[in-house]
């Protein structure tokens, strides 16, 4: 597949502001992992920054999961080490700073940590990417999506995509094409269901189905590791649908390859993510 104008780097005079500033809201307690490999994929995707958003507490423990490319913003926190409502006035001070927000990946379904997506749903404008434990607090208000007119990819596997649409995962399953055009539809996204055969929809009727990608990369973290190429791709000027449309493709070529090296029984998400510079080289 042929790289978009915007992944290729021919601009000699170019600079990191260039290609994307992306905040990560992620992690918690005992879900410090996701959201590293979230930051590290972006960066490995080419974004030109990358700032993870954590609680505050954890922020030792986090920057010595990530590598001294990605900055880290520690955030207010809840008494379970999620993050809080009260990081909202935070993040919206440095909001001018940032070009894309994902935000899932690891950040629990505490109470006031839910409070904190949804406000951030509904009030922020800038690009979103919602994953994992955002995708499950959005499904208990979907109005929040029609609410927001601004750029949205959601990036459900099935099970969060039945809790979404409130359809069962055997009947998602059996109509992927027809339950991601309905949704992507519905609710101005763009919508990228995960598994095998990854779809990509957007709200125009385009639809992309995934043909790379092994059973190896049924593995944790393999996911946030695809939040973090999509969000870069975003930041770097693709179009929401071409970014998920790239990021799944070049995601499961990574895969491929480190299956390759380390076959489909033994490989993590980490692999992945060590063989997207090849991914991009092969394509």
């Known amino acids: 597949m042929k790289l978009p104008e915007p992944l290729l780097r021919r601009k ?3 600079h990191k502001n260039d290609f994307g500033h992306i905040l990560i809201l992620a992690g918690s307690r005992s879900m410090t992992g996701a959201a590293a490999l979230t930051a590290l994929s972006a960066m490995r995707s080419g974004a ?12 030792a423990v986090v920057q010595k999961k990530i590598s001294s490319v990605v900055m880290t913003m520690p955030l207010p926190e809840t008494e ?17 700073s ?10 629990s379904r505490n109470a006031i940590t839910q409070r904190l997506i949804l406000k951030i749903v509904s009030e922020i404008k800038k690009p979103l990417l919602i994953d994992a434990d955002a995708l499950n607090c959005v499904s208990l208000n979907l109005k929040i999506l029609k609410s927001n007119k601004g ?20 009947y998602i399953e059996k109509n992927r094409n027809k339950v991601c055009k309905e949704f992507s539809k519905r609710y101005r996204c763009v919508l990228v269901l995960k598994g095998h055969q990854t779809v990509v929809a957007a709200p125009n009727g385009q639809i992309y189905i995934n043909k790379t990608g092994n059973p190896g990369m049924a593995t944790a ?21 071409e970014a998920a449309k790239y990021a799944a493709y070049l995601h499961g070529k990574a895969g491929d390859l480190a ?3 380390k076959t489909m029984l033994s ?4 692999d992945i993510i060590d063989n997207i510079p090849q991914a991009l080289r092969a394509r």
């Open 98 to 107: 940032f070009d894309v927000i994902a935000l899932g990946p690891g950040l």
């Open 80 to 96: 379970e080490q999620t993050l809080s409502l009260k990081a909202f006035r935070q993040i919206q001070r440095r909001l001018s």
């Open 151 to 170: 750029i949205k990819i959601l990036t459900p596997h099935p099970g969060e995509m039945s809790r979404l649409s409130g359809l069962k995962k055997d």
């Open 259 to 261: 299956a390759k090296k």
């Open 267 to 270: 490989m993590i998400a980490t």
């Open 12 to 14: 000699k005079n170019a």
């Open 48 to 59: 030109g920054l990358v700032t993870l958003g954590i609680p505050q507490s954890l922020n």
């Open 221 to 241: 973290g393999s996911g946030d590791v695809l939040t973090g190429m999509i969000a870069a791709f975003l930041g770097q000027g693709l179009s929401s649908f």
